[in-house]
């Protein structure tokens, strides 16, 4: 991913917290101040119910109190005091007394709790409230919610009690309203909220008992597990119900339990709050969001691709000149312009590259001047051997022919037979330094490391196990699915055969030269290890350099030349070695090395023989 790519989707990954995170926030406010308002709304229809409910209680008090100072019903209670009064000619008047109080219900009640006339429950006569005649200050009690039984069954009312005394009788008014959709109806309640009722009059939950100003409630049986928690324990309690997957569907409850003159659970007011408008209104909010991401990505796409070229078009060209310098173009610059930190790169990378070149051009000096040092230290060396018996030679000619001729002509035929074997060894000396100098570029063909590996290690098997030589046990760990690569066999089958020559010559007790082959990310590797003597981080680090041994017969050009073997293919080799343990080369090869410029070669002049 390129850094303009970065830049873009760090400031739009950016745009996109904050817009999530300024919509989540306003998100959750938003509800928390609906549901505040929810909530004091509920609290308000409560407390309007309340209000409602306690002044229906005076109301009915008021009446039934009304109806009990009547004179008629004075009249009645001073005939029923009477020893063998007929409470039968009052059976009828409870009805005409509660239509013309509007009451739901009215009972006149004898002390000892029967009924003489009952307006909602006619066939009722005779039947005893024994509740009703317990000690009691009905006054100052007021009204109560109380189930009543009726001829259509039991409904809930708000009844009050009041007393007419006559002697030491009590004739006593019950009256009272049901607490039903009228009711219900009668509330003043804002947009989105409802009041419902359950009348808890079944000793399980029946839908048919749960009512709203129009009656039963429409998937009423929804709400049964939170008029159950009531039934169990009655408190005030908040819920939600979703009556369809649609979020906006949810509606909120506040419940309100209504409880009996014996503290008994005989109703729940259930005031419900919409949540259509504050789904509607995250709605908008998510939509309005989702506008201001994709305005916000327009934008970001522009300025991160604006900020991104001016940011990336200097570093573009300092990274095209670090490739260049990489390549071998140790010249290579980068323009300047404008002025800050990227001007103040170019400027130090240009300055790098000058001091570099400078450095290179040093180096590179200082390396001829080494390498012809160590040539003629070599050249000394090798040559130093063959002139010393060349020289003893002729001064032994000199002395011979100073004797006479017949002493000359035997000192003659033994001498000219070592100076001719000494100057075929100067012309074998001269024929290494000259292959080593005239190492040819490598023509590269598909080329099996594994098959090269095995032929470079088969030239070897007599050897092994010569006799009168101590064993040299191969074994072979070469990766069987190695893909072919670009190379020159010859060239690196030259290079393996140094490195087991070299691996043989480091076992003269024996031991076990182990070839291994594996492949990775485009590269070739191949170890050659052997368990010898070992050798110290000091010959390690000059093991490469042409014409240093640790060998007494050694020339010193072997592992000169498979490095540049490796090299000319574009690899590199690496030693790894410890004493007493062993010592292991590692080749890398690419699977196709770089194209380079063949080097002209450079005469070298060779030995000729003259004929005479």
Request: proline content about 6%.
């Amino acid at each position: 991913m390129t850094f303009r790519s970065k830049l873009f989707w760090l400031f739009t990954l950016a745009l996109l917290l904050s817009v999530a995170l300024i919509a989540a926030g306003v998100t959750v406010v938003t509800r928390r101040a609906f549901d505040e308002m929810n909530r004091r709304h509920s609290e308000a229809l409560v407390a309007q119910f309340q209000r409602e409910f306690d002044q229906r209680k005076q109301d009915i008090a008021r009446r039934v109190q009304t109806i009990a100072d009547d004179e008629s019903t004075v009249r009645m209670a001073i005939a029923l005091s009477r020893p063998q009064a007929d409470v039968s000619v009052y059976v009828g008047d409870s009805r005409g007394v509660s239509e013309s109080h509007q009451l739901d219900f009215l009972d006149f009640v004898a002390s000892d709790g029967s009924i003489i006339s009952s307006a909602e429950y006619p066939a009722r006569f005779g039947y005893k409230l024994a509740w009703l005649a317990q000690p009691q200050d009905w006054a100052s009690l007021g009204s109560f919610l109380t189930k009543v039984d009726t001829q259509d069954g039991p409904e809930l009312g708000l009844m009050a009690v009041s007393t007419v005394r006559v002697g030491d009788n009590n004739l006593y008014v019950l009256g009272g309203e049901r607490l039903s959709k009228n009711f219900l109806a009668s509330l003043v309640l804002p947009q989105g909220m409802r009041a419902l009722l359950y009348l808890n009059l079944d000793p399980t939950f029946q839908a048919i008992d749960l009512i709203d100003p129009s009656g039963p409630v429409v998937d009423g049986d929804r709400l049964a597990p939170f008029i159950a928690q009531e039934r169990i324990r009655p408190e005030p309690q908040s819920f939600e119900v979703a009556w369809s997957p649609d979020p906006s569907s949810a509606e909120a409850f506040h419940a309100l339990p209504l409880l009996g003159r014996d503290k008994d659970l005989l109703g729940v007011l259930l005031v419900g709050n919409s949540q259509t408008e504050v789904v509607s209104l995250e709605r908008r909010i998510r939509i309005l969001a989702a506008g201001v991401v994709a305005i916000g990505l327009l934008i970001g796409l522009l300025l991160s691709w604006w900020g991104a070229a001016r940011v990336t078009r200097p570093v573009r060209r300092l990274v095209e000149g670090a490739r260049e310098v990489s390549s071998g173009n140790w010249g290579a610059r980068v323009s300047v312009r404008g002025g800050g930190e990227m001007s103040q790169l170019a400027t130090a990378f240009n300055r790098m590259t000058a001091q570099l070149s400078e450095q290179r051009e040093q180096l590179i000096q200082a390396e001829r001047v080494a390498a012809w040092r160590e040539l003629a230290r070599r050249l000394a060396h090798e040559l130093k051997n063959p002139l010393f018996p060349l020289q003893t030679t002729v001064e032994n000619l000199q002395r011979a022919k100073d004797r006479g001729p017949d002493q000359f002509e035997e000192v003659f035929r033994e001498s000219t037979g070592i100076l001719l074997a000494e100057i075929d060894n100067l012309k074998k000396i001269v024929a290494r330094f000259s292959d080593f100098a005239r190492m040819p570029q490598p023509e590269l063909a598909t080329v099996s490391i594994n098959d090269v590996v095995r032929g470079a290690v088969r030239l070897f098997e007599a050897q092994f196990s010569a006799v009168g030589r101590p064993p040299i046990t191969p074994e072979f760990h070469l990766a069987e699915d190695l893909p072919p690569i670009q190379a020159d066999a010859a060239m690196l089958h030259r290079a393996i055969e140094n490195l087991v020559l070299n691996a043989m010559d480091a076992m003269p007790a024996g031991g076990v030269l182990m070839l291994r082959t594996s492949h990775r990310a485009g590269e070739v590797d191949i170890e050659v290890s052997d368990t010898g003597t070992g050798l110290t981080p000091q010959e390690c680090d000059r093991l490469f350099t042409p014409y240093y041994t640790t060998k007494q017969h050694g020339t010193g050009l072997g592992l000169a030349v498979v490095q540049s073997v490796v090299s000319d293919h574009g690899g590199r080799v690496s030693v790894e070695s410890e004493s007493g343990v062993g010592t292991s080369f590692h080749i890398h090869l690419p699977a196709r090395p770089p194209r380079r410029p063949a080097p002209e070669p450079e005469p070298i002049e060779e030995f000729s023989e003259r004929k005479a």
